[in-house]
């Protein structure tokens, strides 16, 4: 009697099945963005489609299952804002599409005469990835998208962009989770089982590191959202502090009228209360507040009929009610008239509201609001308040003493919601706001956005702060959360584009290694070439993870032994090389420099957009500067056959506020755009010229023209869109797109502004305008002749170098430009102790004349060795050069405050190195 194997067992599949697609399923929708349910790679559409392929159609109901309870419990933070039935019914929906795509699927892929599918040829692979991915996978999107518009669940205006990024997610999940599954699960069992390691492991790897790398990717979105928020929340805040304190400044405006005057018009009141009406947005009307005594009362009636209200009567509470009280604060003037008949004649202190608000004002002698009432003249459902500013007969200065004094208040009565509307108009579209009254019991709404109308404000969101508000002897709390998506540029595209790139990467992987490991027992030469590309494309993706988290350091290090060999090759004059290969070498000086251009522009536009980028501001000569450019691509120009000149009367005092490194960068990026899109014979001229911005302010203007190709209108519009080439992505001139990005920024943080004009065929011209300085004259000092030894015959003195340094590579890149002066010894230190020990052991050679030191070392950070060195007697005149890859500029300043003579970022300039040492250690 045979054993069956546990996993023959339908059942035994089956919750394997269900459990394997919910678990994975809940791991793919945690890739999704904030706000979404729909993730940029849904891996179970890729696994329902195996199992069903190597276990047969029984296992489409655990599939329907597994896809049920994924949205289940993706939509519990739903289960407060839509109800329970609708939900399950887009769970039972959502199973059935999952279940339906893979059996559309399975069907399509299959061969006419039902046999396993082996996927071993070229046409058979691309046409199951054809079939079971782009067209398989519109099943699911369009039956889950069209069950979530027509249950109320999805916007109509969202579902063409769910349904994009439904199908795009399955897709995805399907070029990559099949082929991984199927070694697993597929049949014929041996040939699957054998492409476990040649072909599902690179794959989990490749899904691995990329789903990490979304999560990455998004967790950094999020991070720039928050920001946005932020400021968002920021600049509310202090709109709704402005619109406050105008309310402020109206009621003194207003109780300065009844001040100046022992008899105030109702004309006169009208006119003093219609500008501030006018001008203050958001104010239901301004009033005033008159006490009498009951006595006076027919006489003061009398009096408001004879003035043309010839209905007017006092009286108490929304019930009008005749007035009781011995005392009364009636209200005798209200602006405007039309809309609030209803409170002329009210008794403010008839009510709790009004009349706690009116005596604690006029006992304080200060601005003091009401709680939150329904107000006289209210014909909605708005929440109001009265803000009274007492007014007195004389300077009282004692509670009872202006009680006494007191002659009325004027007020302003606000209906909260229009008003908090208007503090709020003009914020972001996505941000709601909310106004509660946390010095009431209970804390009650007083009004805000339409968001506030219903509970679901209080709801949890994906940003939400709570800002306090102090007003006119009131605690508020203005509530602001994000509705909507935070409008940040590029949102949510990076992931999506990290995964299409990272999942077709991976495809073309899992395909290539389907065809390789189909033909094994036939070719064993196309095995090992299998081995060797499986190899490299994992190299690859591991080299990728690694460049997403330390781009700048991990590239530079391999770029500086690059480069550094290469200017070594260059400038050996021992043994030089032929022309042929000092040719080459040259090109790979052009392409090292030209990317590590492109790591730093990317690191460059990614700290302007986070708002990180730090500048050094300082006056300087722009004729040395504008000479210093010139010098650095004197050697491009003369290359490409075009002619640079500058303008040769520049007055030395004219200069400008920059910072020196960015104001280099941005001519660099002028210059060699003008260079590079120029035709041969060309030219490119500079010209400086005296301005005014429109404050007034002085500007240098500093004019870039070029004879090129020039730019039509269409480009010119599309010029500063960061990695737009403008159609020239073809030709034969290298670039990424956003020099000039980087640079009209660069200009703008600067106090400057960056312009072109520019017509096709006739060239361009930029136009950089930058805050102008009056510079110093140069001092004339005599020349110092620095006294130094020289051994007999004039032969240079022998001289140490020590260099702390833990990579080989980069030590003989220094050591072997250093054989240049062959009176140069060079010692290696690996660690800041074995530094130490040549430092202060004279039996290990020699004091060093000169200090190379690294920052990231394996026992110590080289900024602490470097602070040993000048804190010591011994060392503090040893000059100290740091050689790092890390260009922060925080590092640098602080090797420099430390004390170090310069600051060199690999890869390094040789030729800068070689004049530093020859500087910083004459013959």
């Known amino acids: 009697m045979s054993q069956r194997s546990p996993l023959s067992s339908l059942t035994i599949r089956g ?105 071993e040829r070229p046409f058979d692979i691309g046409r199951f990835l054809l079939l079971a991915g782009p067209v398989a996978c519109l099943v699911n999107a369009t039956i889950s998208i069209g069950a979530r518009t027509a249950l109320g669940l999805m916007p109509t205006a969202v ?59 998004q967790v950094w979105a999020q991070e720039r959202e928050t920001a946005v928020f932020e400021q968002d929340v920021l600049a509310t805040t202090n709109a709704v502090n402005l619109r406050l304190n105008g309310y402020r400044d109206a009621l003194a405006a207003l109780s300065g009228v009844f001040q100046a005057s022992e008899q105030v018009t109702r004309d006169e009141f009208a006119k003093a209360a219609r500008y501030w009406i006018g001008s203050l947005k958001g104010i239901q009307a301004a009033g005033w507040d008159e006490r009498l005594y009951a006595p006076d009362l027919p006489l003061f009636e009398a009096q408001q009929q004879r003035e043309g209200l010839t209905s007017y009567k006092v009286f108490d509470t929304h019930k009008r009610l005749p007035p009781t009280g011995n005392e009364l604060a009636v209200v005798r003037y209200i602006e405007p008239r039309a809309g609030n008949e209803a409170a002329l004649g009210y008794n403010a202190l008839s009510t709790d509201a009004t009349r706690e608000a009116y005596e604690q004002a006029r006992r304080e002698d200060r601005v003091m609001a009401t709680r939150g009432f329904r107000l006289m003249q209210e014909r909605g459902q708005q929440t109001g308040i009265v803000i009274y500013q007492p007014v007195f007969k004389g300077s009282p200065f004692t509670p009872q003493t202006r009680v006494q004094a007191n002659t009325g208040a004027v007020f302003l009565a606000l209906r909260m919601d229009d008003a908090i509307n208007a503090m709020l108009q003009g914020h972001p579209a996505y941000l709601e706001a ?182 050094q501001a300082q006056s300087l000569r722009i004729r040395d500067e504008l000479s210093l450019a010139l010098k650095l691509l004197q050697e491009d120009a003369d290359k490409n056959g075009v002619t640079l000149s500058i303008q040769p009367d520049i007055p030395p005092e004219w200069g400008v506020m920059a910072d020196a490194a960015r104001l280099r960068q941005i001519l660099a990026h002028l210059l060699s755009n003008g260079i590079k899109f120029n035709q041969r014979d060309g030219k490119v001229s500079i010209t400086v010229a005296q301005g005014r911005a429109e404050d007034n302010s002085a500007r240098l203007l500093i004019t870039v023209h070029d004879t090129g190709m020039g730019m039509n209108e269409q480009q010119l519009s599309q010029l500063f869109q960061p990695f737009n080439r403008l159609g020239r992505e073809q030709g034969p001139t290298s670039g990424t797109g956003i020099g000039l990005v980087i640079s009209r920024h660069l200009a703008l943080l600067m106090g400057g502004q960056l312009d072109v004009h520019s017509a096709e065929g006739q060239g361009s011209t930029f136009t950089l305008s930058l805050p102008a300085v009056t510079m110093q004259p140069k001092e004339v000092s005599a020349t110092r002749v620095r006294a130094h030894k020289t051994t007999t015959g004039g032969t240079p003195e022998p001289r140490h170098v020590l260099y702390v340094e833990d990579n080989l ?25 074995e530094g130490l020990a040549v430092l202060h052991n004279r039996l290990r050679g020699s004091k060093p004349d ?47 405050s430390a004390g170090a003579a310069c600051y060199l970022t690999k890869p390094v300039q040789l030729s800068e190195l070689l004049r530093q040492v020859d500087e910083l250690m004459p013959d």
């Open 15 to 119: 919750l394997i099945t269900w459990l394997s697609y919910s678990v994975t399923g809940l791991l793919a929708v945690s890739l999704s963005a904030p706000h979404e349910r729909v993730s940029p790679l849904y891996l179970p559409a890729g696994l329902a489609l195996a199992f069903l392929m190597g276990w047969g159609p029984g296992m489409l109901l655990p599939i329907g299952l597994g896809a049920a309870a994924v949205i289940l419990f993706s939509a519990l933070p739903d289960l407060h804002t839509a109800p329970w039935q609708s939900i399950l019914s887009m769970a039972l929906i959502g199973g059935a599409g999952a279940s339906m795509q893979a059996w559309v699927a399975w069907r399509l892929t299959q061969s006419p005469d039902r046999r396993p599918l082996t996927l």
């Open 850 to 896: 000169l200090i190379l030191l690294d920052v990231h070392l394996p026992d110590a950070s080289g900024q602490e060795l470097l602070k040993l060195i000048k804190a010591n007697p011994d060392t503090v005149d040893i000059p100290v050069i740091m050689i790092s890859a890390d260009a922060m500029p925080e590092q640098i300043d602080a090797a420099l």
């Open 809 to 833: 590579a980069n030590s003989e890149v220094i050591r072997s430009a250093l054989a240049a002066r062959p009176w140069i010894t060079v010692t290696v230190a690996p660690t800041t102790e």
């Open 434 to 615: 909310c106004m509660q009254d946390v010095s009431a019991p209970g804390h009650p709404l007083l009004g805000g956005t339409a968001a506030c109308r219903d509970d679901k404000w209080r709801q949890l969101s994906a940003h939400r702060t709570q800002i306090p508000i102090e007003f006119a002897g009131r605690q508020w709390q203005l509530t602001m959360w994000s509705a909507g998506p935070v409008p940040v540029v590029g949102r949510g595209m990076t992931s999506w584009l990290l995964a299409i790139g990272g999942v077709s990467l991976a495809a073309a992987l899992g395909a290539l290694l389907l065809v390789m490991t189909g033909h094994t027992s036939r070719i064993e030469a196309a095995m090992e070439e299998a081995r060797a590309q499986r190899s490299a494309a994992e190299l690859a993706n591991q080299a990728k993870s690694d460049f997403l988290s330390r781009m700048s350091h991990e590239l530079r290090t391999p770029l500086n032994a690059v480069l550094g060999f290469a200017q070594v090759m260059s400038l050996d004059q021992r043994e030089p090389l032929p022309p042929t290969q000092r040719q080459r070498v040259e090109q790979i000086q052009q392409a090292g420099w030209h990317l590590l251009d492109m790591i730093d522009d990317v690191l460059d536009i990614s700290r302007i957009d986070m708002g990180t980028l730090k500048l």
């Open 159 to 217: 579902a063409p962009q769910a349904f994009l990024g439904w199908w795009t997610g399955d897709t995805l999940g399907v070029l990559v989770g099949a082929p991984m599954m199927l070694t697993l699960v597929g049949q014929p069992a041996a040939l699957w089982r054998a492409r476990r390691q040649p072909v599902g492991i690179p794959l989990l790897i490749a899904t691995v590191l990329l789903a990490l790398g979304v999560r990455e990717v």
